[in-house]
């Protein structure tokens, strides 16, 4: 009898290991599919494919989609300056989703019977691969042994040794999700609301100590140059700007928030490159944008996090708000200068010559050029007209509501 073919979504992580050896001991032909959205170095792809021949896997691929994560999602969230509660950079939120479609579309090609992903019942990257499985590949199964299961992490760790795998299982106490948007870290201090994790449980640790200065340059909102190095693919900037980020330790902390399924969710995360990125371009575009575009872009970028956060990728509407991000970028050229110390960091200015703070109508706080004080006399009476009207009416009328 022809074994069932399913596609195991495969990091090389707890729950991944463990659904591999359990689907192979259930009789499935199990494929394993890393989806590398640009966390992950040859030589740990390489122990990874190892790990999955290990476990029984009777073919593994690495699909490497980085670039389509970086030019369908990461410029956009650069665009919109999205950090979930102005916190965190929807790291693994962002990148599931094209893990999800890029293990979807393997799936097809094989014409596999089923589909599988380690996630448990009580988190919300359930959902993200669940949807979209659901929308790109309807009809194939979908296999969810740790959530099927109601599995601890202890009860997996107990199932791989009982039969005979070795790992560092120490390391698996924490479920870390590696990829070019940051590095989340969950399990043990993150479950408890007075506690936050060990200098030992972040993946880089702090090697530099001194100050330093970084100069990030954008083209329409576009990373395109770190420290005056010009860089053709804007992954590899991005990568440059992790590299020195992070042996400063910048980038971590701890996000709190709703859940796609309601509960109140904590996880670790380090993000050097996507904070230093967003906080530079961030104050690159207060230089260069109008008020009214400042607000706007706040209000739809929220909304784009908050959709993307929420497995809602493909929904229409993401493309519409995408191309607005788009539009508002023609004029956010420039370089901003930060300075690097441990732990921390500090915008120091911009140089660009789309700042609208050099201007020939006055300097803010010194004199003004394009008005007299004659003018200024007269708007201010104007714009307090509707407030005069106002207290007036409560004065005729016997009240006082003046704080």
């Known amino acids: 009898m022809e074994k069932k073919k399913v596609v195991l979504a495969f990091s090389g992580g707890l729950d991944t290991s463990f659904c591999a050896m359990y689907l192979n001991s259930e009789g499935y032909e199990v494929y394993t599919a890393i989806a590398n959205t640009g966390g992950f170095s040859d030589k740990e792809l390489s122990v ?33 300056n999205v950090l979930r509660n102005g916190t965190y950079p929807i790291s693994v939120s962002s990148e599931r989703i094209f893990q999800a479609i890029a293990i979807a579309d393997y799936a097809r090609s094989i014409d596999a019977h089923a589909i599988a992903h380690g996630s448990t ?36 760790i107990e199932y791989l040794r009982s039969r005979g795998y070795e790992a560092d299982f120490a390391k698996m106490e924490y479920s870390i999700n590696k990829g070019l948007w940051g590095t989340s870290i969950g399990g043990k201090e993150t479950l ?24 990030l340059t954008f083209e329409e909102g576009e990373l395109k140059a770190v420290n005056g190095t010009v860089f053709a693919n804007p992954v590899e900037a991005i990568q440059k700007v992790e590299t020195i980020g992070s042996r400063y330790g910048i980038g971590r902390d701890m996000h709190i928030g709703d859940t796609i399924i309601g509960l109140k969710g904590r996880v670790g995360f380090e993000a050097a490159a996507p904070i230093l990125i967003i906080g530079a371009h961030k104050m690159l575009e207060k230089h260069t944008l109008s008020k009214w575009q400042l607000y706007w872009k706040e209000q739809v970028g929220t909304w784009y996090g908050m959709f ?40 120091v200015g911009v140089d660009s010559d789309f700042d609208l703070v050099k201007n020939e109508l006055g300097e803010y706080g010194e004199i003004q050029k394009g008005w007299t004080a004659e003018d200024a006399k ?21 009240r006082n509501e003046l704080p």
């Open 192 to 215: 408890q609301s007075n506690q936050t994790l060990p200098e030992a449980a972040y993946p880089s640790q702090v090697t530099a100590h001194k100050t330093e200065q970084l100069t």
């Open 308 to 347: 993307l956060h929420e497995a809602q990728y493909l929904e229409p509407v993401m493309r519409d708000i995408e191309a607005m991000l788009q539009n508002s970028q023609r004029n956010v050229n420039g370089t901003v200068t930060i300075q690097l110390r441990p732990y921390s960091f500090t915008l």
């Open 378 to 398: 007269g708007f201010t009476r104007i714009l307090s007209t509707p407030l005069r009207v106002y207290y007036a009416n409560q004065k005729k009328n016997g």
């Open 121 to 156: 019942g009580a988190g919300n990257d359930q959902i993200r691969f669940d949807l979209t499985f659901e929308v790109l590949a309807p009809g194939i199964e979908i296999i969810t042994p740790t959530r099927d299961m109601v599995l601890t992490r202890e009860q997996e």
């Open 48 to 80: 990874i494919e190892e790990k999955a021949y290990k476990l029984g896997a009777a073919k593994h691929v690495a699909l490497d989609i980085t670039h389509d994560y970086y030019s369908k999602s990461i410029k956009y969230m650069i665009f919109g």
